[in-house]
């Protein structure tokens, strides 16, 4: 039983440590943010770290800081990640600090632990931060191998939260193997199905009570509906879009499995359309000479969706693999309605002509007629029931209690949960 002198001071609870891969938006990034903001507001201890910074951001001397606000900084959040956000902090000394004192970083910044990843410098940096913690909760693949080595040794128990498909994990031989070992060094697992938690346990042979499933969730205040068309003008002329189009979103990584070339195929087939491009990465060039890209308008990293949300008629999403995709969730919170490829468990957050369209994956013409139908008939309808839908089952209010909890129990277990 822990020393109850290690709890925070507002109570017998366990101080916590969220880890982030980097700052960007993506969607283990923004539930840490908004599970670390929500512990707070609870009363709890938690703070929150990033292995390394922004991928277009260049790390300081030392290797460690803090994330930045962009160019100019005005107006602008902790949280802004976009192409030009300023460096991590120039003082090596101050930069040393940053790395240690995640608490430091305020309810939606994180102080970035060192140049990358698995960085010797990252690890040592993670491994004096978890000092201040009683538990670490790793968001995302990317922070598991981080935590198995920086962690081996010390007191303090983690919890790796997977978000995405445990297909990942199982694409080859070798990569079962490293997920199976690094899997059995956290104390507990999280996943967002139960599907996901049966694979995880006979895949890798967790033993039973290791694997909780906990739904993927988002803060319903942080994407609010748009308040009309004037709400809706606004938005987009703040974002550069243009104003009395009909616009759909797309959010996500441009790389191979997330298919932007599929959204353009829908585009070209639909010439009264817009296509409102958030996110950036390596198929971004080659993608933007696709005959429909004319159309489209590559906005890059955003600090903020919830604009964009508030600006789109509809959100478009073409992936060949998801778990529980976040950006539906926010766009169903902000009374949006998506068009979905039915892959992983998306079909959790888009119900088939309740909320908006499911289409197999892979199938431009399906998905453009889908989302012909959905633009041309009750989008406002449709909006509505996929905001109800994910306020029942996806608001971060109505799964925060299972994480006290969960935590509550690994604090509770301690280092020898993991064995």
């Known amino acids: 039983m822990p020393d109850h002198l290690s709890a925070d001071p507002a109570g017998n609870r366990p101080r916590v440590l969220h ?6 938006r993506g969607g283990a990034q923004n539930f840490a943010r908004d599970l670390h903001r929500e512990l707070g507001r609870r009363g709890q201890s938690s703070a929150l770290c990033a292995l390394a910074p922004h991928p277009a951001v260049p790390s300081g001397p030392g290797g460690a800081g803090r994330d930045s606000t962009g160019p100019g900084s005005a107006g602008r959040g902790p949280d802004s990640v976009g192409p030009g956000s300023g460096s991590a902090s120039p003082d090596p000394e101050a930069a040393g600090r940053s790395a240690v004192d995640c608490s430091a970083a305020g309810l939606r910044s994180a102080a970035v632990l060192g140049p990358g990843r698995l960085h010797p410098s990252t690890l040592r940096a993670l491994r004096s931060a978890s000092r201040a913690a009683d538990v670490v909760l790793a968001h ?8 198995a080595l920086a962690l081996a040794g010390t007191r303090t128990p983690f919890v790796y939260v997977s978000v995405g498909h445990p297909r990942y994990w199982t694409a080859n031989r070798l990569r079962r193997v490293r997920g199976g070992a690094l899997m059995h060094r956290a104390a507990a697992v999280t996943t967002l199905t139960d599907e996901a938690r049966v694979v995880l346990e006979e895949q890798f042979r967790l033993p039973d009570g290791k694997v909780h499933v906990i739904p993927n969730s988002r803060a319903a205040e942080s994407y609010p509906p748009a308040d009309g068309r004037d709400d809706r003008r606004a938005a987009r002329h703040a974002l ?13 990584a441009i790389a191979p499995e997330k298919r932007l070339d599929l959204a353009l195929d829908v585009l070209d087939r639909l010439p009264d359309v817009r296509l409102a491009v958030a996110g950036d990465g390596p198929l971004r060039e080659s993608l933007a000479r696709h005959p429909a890209a004319a159309r ?21 999403l073409t992936s060949d693999s998801e778990g529980v995709p976040g950006a539906l969730i926010e766009a169903a919170l902000a009374g949006v309605p998506a068009v979905a490829t039915d892959v992983g468990w998306v079909r959790e957050v888009v119900r088939d002509g309740a909320t908006g369209a499911l289409v197999a994956p892979g199938d431009p013409l399906a ?24 306020l029942e089952h996806f608001e ?10 969960l935590v509550a129990e690994v604090w509770t277990a301690g280092p020898e949960a993991a064995r």
């Open 367 to 390: 998905l453009a007629e889908a989302l012909g139908k959905v633009l041309a008939v009750n989008r406002a309808g449709l909006g509505a029931a996929a905001r109800a839908h994910a």
């Open 396 to 405: 971060l209010g109505a799964v925060v209690d299972a994480w006290q909890q």
């Open 19 to 24: 880890l982030i891969s980097d700052s960007r």
């Open 296 to 316: 489209a308008h590559f906005l890059g990293p955003l600090p903020d969706p919830a604009p964009l949300y508030r600006a789109a008629d509809a959100l478009l």
């Open 240 to 252: 550069g879009l243009p104003a009395d189009v009909l616009l759909v979103a797309w959010i996500g």
């Open 140 to 147: 995302g693949s990317d922070t598991l191998a981080a935590c």
